[in-house]
Structure formats: C-alpha cells, structure tokens
T-cell receptor, first 113, second 111 residues
Framework: ETGVTQSPTHLIKTRGQQVTLRCSSQ?????VSWYQQALGQGPQFIFQ???????GRGNFPPRFSGLQFPNYSSELNVNALELDDSALYLC????????????FGSGTQLSVL | EDQVTQSPEALRLQEGESSSLNCSYT??????LFWYRQDPGKGPEFLFT???AGEEKEKERLKATLTKKESFLHITAPKPEDSATYLC????????????FGTGTRLTVIP
C-alpha cells in the first residue's frame, strides 16, 4: 500500500510567478484535501476535492485553485505568488469527505522571493 | 468564530516524566476532535479521533480525553522518540469538510 506522495519537495519562486504542486493519493482514497502550513503554525485548510469536484473551500483567494484527476491524484495551482505564500503545502487523502482520518504527505516547501 | 488553542507551546520533559498537553476549543457543533503528531520535515500523522465528551482513547504511552470544552493528550513515561509537535484539530459544522488545527505543542523528551 503506497502512501501519499507529493512533488516537488522544495520549490523557489519569485513574486508574481505561478506554481503547480502535485499529489498522489493513497491507494483506494477518493478524497484529497490541501492545507497550507506557515512556519510555527498549524495547517490551514485550502480546499478539498471529491470525485474531481471541489467539495469545500477555506478562506483562500481564487488565485488558489485545484484539480483532481480520475485516478484521484490532485494538483494545487497558485497564481500571482505573494511573499506570504511561502509555506509548507500539505496534501492529505482520505476515504470520505468528512470526519475521516487524513493521511498526509510530507509536503512541498514553497519559498517565494 | 471557531478557535482551537493549544498549550503549552513547548514542553521539555525528562525521559519517564509524565505530563499532559491541552487543547481548548470553541467550535460550533463539534463533530470530532483529532490528534496528530508531526515530526520535522514531515506531514502530520494521525493518532486519535474523539467524538463525544467523556470519550477516551489510548495508544502505547498516549491517552487522549475529551470534555465539552477541551481535550487532553496524556503522555505516560515518555521516551526520546516521543519528541515531536502534537497538533489537535476540530471538525465542526462551519466549513463542513475541513479540520481546524491549533498551532501545536512542541514536545522534547530528554534522555
């Protein structure tokens, strides 16, 4: 049973650029959630995807967008990067959309200069 | 506004010295309280889910409890490998699909 994998592990971008982060969910999981974790903070919910549709969104602007593919893998896209977007981006998969334990990947560390 | 507060922010224990971590929450219609462990450079790892006040769950040296206002993670006779950041998260009625995380307690167990 493979776990949640994220790529790349580290990324450096400049302000105003766009970035795409990728996530492969754990085998058998149809739900993917994305979280942003700033240094010294707890993870903050960005959005969730279930069966290729967005199924809930946190307090993040529209320049944060996502996709889920038929194999349940997912992408997080961030446009017009800002310095405050520097954070660890975590992907988590689960068997259902609410109340299920989340299985997290190791994250992508994004630095915006 | 939903809020989850963890204390202390950091805790240093001698090996074998038991203690408790606190998670206070104000969440509309709590449906579940989760505990996760996070090691440096890794994503959080699931420990427990508690659904109702009075519920307790145990795993090795860890025991989680839940009241109507807070949750405790009790660590009995900790070992150095228990060193990590412990996060609690609330699942409530607001934003039905997301977990609302606290900022964590960074635990260091000294041999």
């Amino acid at each position: 049973e493979t776990g949640v994998t994220q790529s790349p592990t580290h990324l450096i971008k400049t302000r105003g650029q766009q970035v795409t982060l990728r996530c492969s969910s754990q085998s058998g999981h149809n739900t993917v959630s994305w979280y942003q974790q700033a240094l010294g903070q707890g993870p903050q919910f960005i959005f969730q995807y279930y069966r290729e549709e967005e199924n809930g969104r946190g307090n993040f602007p529209p320049r944060f967008s996502g996709l889920q593919f038929p194999n349940y893998s997912s992408e997080l896209n961030v446009n017009a990067l800002e310095l405050d977007d520097s954070a660890l981006y975590l992907c988590a998969s689960s068997l259902a959309t609410g109340g299920e334990k989340l299985f997290f990947g190791s994250g992508t560390q994004l630095s915006v200069l | 506004e939903d809020q989850v507060t963890q204390s202390p922010e950091a805790l240093r224990l001698q090996e074998g010295e038991s203690s408790s971590l606190n998670c206070s929450y104000t969440v509309s219609g709590l449906r579940g309280l989760f505990w996760y462990r996070q090691d440096p450079g890794k994503g959080p790892e699931f420990l427990f889910t508690l659904y109702s006040a009075g519920e307790e769950k145990e795993k090795e040296r860890l025991k989680a409890t839940l009241t109507k206002k807070e949750s405790f993670l009790h660590i009995t006779a900790p070992k150095p490998e228990d060193s990590a950041t412990y996060l609690c998260a609330a699942w409530g009625q607001t934003g039905a699909n997301n977990l609302f995380f606290g900022t964590g307690t960074r635990l260091t167990v000294i041999p």
